[in-house]
T-cell receptor, first 115, second 110 residues
Framework: EPEVTQTPSHQVTQMGQEVILRCVPI?????FYWYRQILGQKVEFLVS????????KSEIFDDQFSVERPDGSNFTLKIRSTKLEDSAMYFC?????????????FGSGTRLTVV | DAKTTQPPSMDCAEGRAANLPCNHS???????VYWYRQIHSQGPQYIIH???NNETNEMASLIITEDRKSSTLILPHATLRDTAVYYC???????????FGKGTKLSVKP
């Protein structure tokens, strides 16, 4: 069964450093998403991406964050100048379309720890 | 905010059916009901979705009331591996982003 692949599985970084989280969505999927989950809290939407541009973003997704699809397969989330409160699980997801009759496939996540 | 209400926790005996309820009284006519689950800290896993008809797949069945204001996810023969947090989601957002609530923590016991 096709999978969404995320790397690394765990990233430890010092406060103030930049991190890049990587995702390889399923090859025929067109819509891509990043979500995060702070320990013990809900899964929160960050951003959606379609046709090489951001289509929607939440209040969490401020200027500290950016996404891009540098080639035909990778989808990345960059966090500049990380803060302690950025520590969370970050999940990438993709879907074929948003005509509301498709499921979304999530990756297994990257655990980001900011120290 | 999530547009659904679910009980925070439920228990189920192994081998028995698990029936997880969800209220979505403000659902719009073109919104689907999705169910996902999250085992420990893994990524959410898609289970099933529906619009107004009942649906069944290899994992579960989804029963949606005629007025669409509530639904029930049924795991016909729960196993210990079904212990997870189950999320009922009414799809929101113009680009299909999912709004997660707190879900129901299902504990399947031997």
């Amino acid at each position: 069964e096709p999978e969404v692949t995320q790397t690394p599985s765990h990233q430890v970084t010092q406060m103030g450093q930049e991190v890049i989280l990587r995702c390889v969505p399923i090859s025929n999927h067109l819509y891509f998403y990043w979500y995060r989950q702070i320990l013990g809290q809900k899964v929160e939407f960050l951003v959606s991406f379609y046709n090489n541009e951001i289509s929607e973003k939440s209040e969490i997704f401020d200027d500290q964050f950016s996404v891009e699809r540098p080639d035909g397969s990778n989808f990345t989330l960059k966090i500049r100048s990380t803060k302690l409160e950025d520590s969370a699980m970050y999940f990438c997801a993709s879907t074929v379309g948003v005509r509301r009759n498709y499921g979304y496939t999530f990756g297994s996540g990257t655990r980001l720890t900011v120290v | 905010d999530a547009k659904t209400t679910q009980p925070p926790s439920m228990d189920c005996a192994e081998g028995r059916a698990a029936n997880l309820p969800c209220n979505h009284s403000t659902i719009s006519g073109n919104e689907y009901v999705y169910w996902y689950r999250q085992i420990h800290s893994q990524g959410p896993q898609y289970i099933i979705h529906g619009l107004k008809n009942n649906e069944t797949n290899e994992m579960a069945s989804l029963i949606i009331t005629e007025d669409r204001k509530s639904s029930t996810l049924i795991l016909p023969h729960a196993t210990l591996r079904d212990t997870a947090v189950y999320y009922c989601i009414v799809q929101g957002g113009s680009q299909g982003n999912l709004i997660f609530g707190k879900g129901t923590k299902l504990s399947v016991k031997p």
